[in-house]
């Protein structure tokens, strides 16, 4: 388990917010990005530093890269969570983009979120794993 560097953190909950204000589909823009492989290249890997360039930037290369979506974004203040915690969870745990899509996608999020984004992002990624877990056994 490593100490996230919390500046990461904050700048992926910008650039799920920056999906809101560009008017992109929420679920598409999630999952597009946590399944591709700059997601799990560029983004959610320690040794890459783009996403100290900002989050216009990293958009601008997600843009290049993946047909996004336009369509019904959710709240800006969900999607900074989800940034955040997604962040969080990759650097403290070294769970890659795909396992923590696979373990908490978004309908999960979505209806979890009441109870989930007042926790730590420790205890919020162990209830999402414990929920995952269940849900496969």
């Known amino acids: 388990m490593h100490n996230p560097d919390l500046h990461y953190c904050r700048m992926c909950a ?10 992109y589909d929420s679920y598409d823009f999630t999952d597009s990005l946590m399944t591709s492989r700059l997601g ?3 983004i959610f890997n320690r040794s ?13 290369v997600i843009e ?11 709240e800006s203040e969900f999607m ?3 940034g955040y915690l997604f962040m969080y969870w990759h650097m403290t745990y ?14 999960v999020l979505v209806k979890s979120y ?15 794993n414990e929920l995952h877990e269940s849900l496969l056994a």
Not at 14 to 23: A, N, P, Q, T, W
Not at 64 to 74: A, C, H, V, Y
Not at 114 to 128: F, R
């Open 64 to 74: 290049e890269d993946i047909s996004l979506k336009k369509g019904e974004p959710l």
């Open 48 to 60: 890459n530093t783009n996403i100290w360039l900002g989050e216009t930037y990293v958009m601008s």
């Open 94 to 107: 070294g769970t890659c983009a795909l396992e923590i899509i696979e373990c908490a996608p978004m309908h």
């Open 40 to 42: 799990n290249e560029i």
């Open 80 to 82: 900074h969570w989800v």
């Open 14 to 23: 910008k650039l799920f917010e920056l999906s809101v204000i560009k008017g």
């Open 114 to 128: 009441t109870g989930l984004h007042c926790l730590s992002p420790e205890l919020a990624i162990e209830n999402l």
